[in-house]
């Protein structure tokens, strides 16, 4: 029997300190609700769950993400659907314009609304933004450059023309006395592989027969025109749907939006400046009244396709998980409705041909932006669901088991009584010596 060391004692103390730190955990894990509270509990679990932390709030970050560029795609929706709306006027409008019961001041009242349709629809164009952002005005498409002709931009190209460089050898010619135009191009990729290859021939120019065209729709302010307007307008190849393949809108001051389109969907789409096709005055044997443009032969046009531009949705956790969504520029020029007139009937009926072309083009552009729409759509349900998965993954790794903690909590609670109880015992022992003096 030792007084100084009274193992009895030392051991039961032991075992209350193993005990009490194991009571303390139980008690940690159920007021926290996280069996791991400390890289000490779990190593491995502690940096596993820690990249699932991180990862859980990249995916909640992304679907906010998705859900605001779902947001500015409805907002350009809705701006088309109005635009389109208007467009459905000008049309009936043009119908009813082209009606031989209408007078010259019927006409001309008919005028006032097209001309203030057209106003309104490049107002929309040019204002409708989101959070400070313009959507319509062209520049969420995908740029790209001319790299040895600063008269040729690059309007914008379709998903299916990969960024990169390309070659496009470009031919117009102009018959002016028989009014027809043909546009061939080749476009090759950086490989010398043919992406295109577009021939448009024989394209008639539309004849605008207005009598009241004023010197504001002529190249020189000094001069009224009267009679046959037959220099702006789009042109493409004739049959059920004459843009096919590509199509030239040409502008009155003599500006150029070029249209190709491959076989395969591709399509690039170019300005060419006026000082390119150098436009002047000028009649034809019949004494029509148009504008004479320059040729252009084997012009070689070096551009640069950049991928960039489009507005690219962040909708992952990780990097370039994007979707890219191009909005469409509409504008008078683009949808070749400037200068509409329907103050007679030939014009009229040549403003119905336009504003079907225009018609065409927004439900195109409204289609693309719901196919972008649907796709966002489907990946904040994706993100959804990620998110589930992930949290009941991350959660059976760090979350406490209520009813299991609460049953070793008791347990632990029990030794520890148990220990300090004993402790307590261990201590009086001691006292048995004093036995043995007596």
Same mark, same amino acid.
């Given at each position: 029997?030792?007084?100084?060391?009274?193992?009895?004692?030392?051991?039961?103390?032991?075992?209350?300190?193993?005990?009490?730190?194991?009571?303390?955990?139980?008690?940690?894990?159920?007021?926290?609700?996280?069996?791991?509270?400390?890289?000490?509990?779990?190593?491995?679990?502690?940096?596993?769950?820690?990249?699932?932390?991180?990862?859980?709030?990249?995916?909640?970050?992304?679907?906010?993400?998705?859900?605001?560029?779902?947001?500015?795609?409805?907002?350009?929706?809705?701006?088309?659907?109005?635009?389109?709306?208007?467009?459905?006027?000008?049309?009936?409008?043009?119908?009813?314009?082209?009606?031989?019961?209408?007078?010259?001041?019927?006409?001309?009242?008919?005028?006032?609304? #097209?001309?203030?349709?057209?106003?309104?629809?490049?107002?929309?164009?040019?204002?409708?933004?989101?959070?400070?952002?313009?959507?319509?005005?062209?520049?969420?498409?995908?740029?790209?450059?001319?790299?040895?002709?600063?008269?040729?931009? #690059?309007?914008?190209?379709?998903?299916?023309?990969?960024?990169?460089?390309?070659?496009?050898?470009?031919?117009?010619?102009?018959?002016?006395?028989?009014?027809?135009?043909?546009?061939?191009?080749?476009?090759?990729?950086?490989?010398?592989?043919?992406?295109? =290859?577009?021939?448009?021939?024989?394209?008639?120019?539309?004849?605008?027969?207005?009598?009241?065209?004023?010197?504001?729709?002529?190249?020189?302010?000094?001069?009224?025109?009267?009679?046959?307007?037959?220099?702006?307008?789009?042109? /493409?190849?004739?049959?059920?749907?004459?843009?096919?393949?590509?199509?030239?809108?040409?502008?009155?001051?003599?500006?150029?939006?070029?249209?190709?389109?491959?076989?395969? /969907?591709?399509?690039?789409?170019?300005?060419? =400046?006026?000082?390119?096709? /150098?436009?002047?005055?000028?009649? =034809?044997?019949?004494?029509?009244?148009?504008?004479?443009?320059?040729?252009?032969? =084997?012009?070689?046009?070096?551009?640069?396709?950049?991928?960039?531009?489009?507005?690219?949705?962040?909708?992952?956790?990780?990097?370039?998980?994007? #979707?890219?969504?191009?909005?469409?520029?509409?504008?008078?020029?683009?949808?070749?409705?400037?200068?509409?007139?329907?103050?007679?009937?030939?014009?009229?009926?040549?403003?119905?041909?336009? #504003?079907?072309?225009?018609?065409?083009?927004?439900?195109?552009?409204?289609?693309?932006? /719901?196919?972008?729409?649907?796709?966002?759509?489907?990946?904040?349900?994706?993100?959804?669901?990620?998110?589930?998965?992930?949290?009941?993954?991350?959660?059976?790794?760090?979350?406490?088991?209520?009813?299991?903690?609460?049953?070793?909590?008791?347990?632990?609670?029990?030794?520890?009584?148990?220990?300090?109880?004993?402790?307590?015992?261990?201590?009086?022992?001691?006292?048995?010596?004093?036995?043995?003096?007596?």
């Amino acid at each position: 029997m030792h007084i100084n060391s009274n193992l009895t004692s030392i051991i039961t103390n032991n075992v209350l300190l193993r005990n009490e730190s194991a009571f303390s955990l139980s008690t940690g894990k159920l007021s926290s609700g996280y069996k791991i509270n400390t890289a000490g509990d779990d190593p491995t679990g502690y940096a596993i769950s820690g990249r699932m932390r991180q990862q859980l709030a990249a995916l909640e970050r992304a679907d906010v993400n998705a859900t605001t560029g779902k947001s500015v795609l409805e907002t350009a929706d809705g701006a088309l659907n109005e635009v389109n709306d208007m467009l459905q006027r000008l049309n009936e409008l043009a119908i009813k314009a082209s009606n031989g019961t209408m007078s010259a001041s019927d006409r001309a009242d008919i005028q006032q609304e #097209v001309d203030q349709l057209t106003e309104e629809i490049q107002r929309i164009s040019e204002q409708i933004e989101l959070n400070g952002q313009k959507l319509l005005d062209g520049h969420l498409e995908n740029h790209g450059y001319c790299e040895n002709n600063k008269n040729v931009q #690059v309007e914008e190209y379709n998903d299916k023309m990969k960024a990169g460089k390309y070659e496009v050898t470009l031919n117009e010619t102009f018959d002016f006395d028989n009014h027809s135009l043909t546009v061939t191009a080749t476009v090759k990729n950086a490989s010398g592989q043919t992406v295109m =290859d577009v021939n448009l021939e024989g394209m008639t120019y539309p004849k605008y027969l207005d009598s009241e065209l004023n010197s504001k729709d002529s190249l020189d302010p000094n001069k009224n025109y009267d009679g046959t307007w037959i220099s702006e307008g789009a042109y /493409g190849r004739e049959g059920e749907d004459k843009k096919q393949g590509g199509f030239v809108k040409i502008c009155s001051d003599g500006t150029q939006y070029l249209t190709l389109r491959g076989d395969n /969907g591709e399509e690039l789409n170019l300005r060419l =400046d006026k000082v390119l096709t /150098g436009p002047t005055l000028s009649k =034809d044997t019949d004494g029509n009244r148009y504008t004479k443009y320059n040729n252009i032969t =084997d012009e070689k046009l070096n551009f640069t396709l950049t991928g960039q531009g489009a507005m690219d949705l962040h909708i992952g956790a990780n990097e370039e998980e994007v #979707v890219e969504c191009s909005l469409p520029r509409i504008s008078l020029e683009r949808l070749d409705i400037d200068n509409l007139r329907m103050t007679t009937k030939a014009s009229a009926q040549q403003s119905i041909d336009r #504003v079907s072309y225009a018609l065409k083009y927004v439900s195109a552009s409204r289609a693309q932006i /719901g196919a972008y729409t649907n796709r966002v759509e489907h990946s904040i349900s994706y993100l959804a669901a990620s998110n589930e998965n992930l949290s009941s993954a991350m959660s059976r790794i760090q979350d406490t088991d209520m009813a299991e903690e609460m049953t070793n909590y008791a347990s632990q609670q029990i030794l520890v009584q148990a220990a300090t109880s004993m402790l307590a015992q261990a201590n009086q022992a001691p006292q048995q010596a004093l036995q043995l003096i007596q």
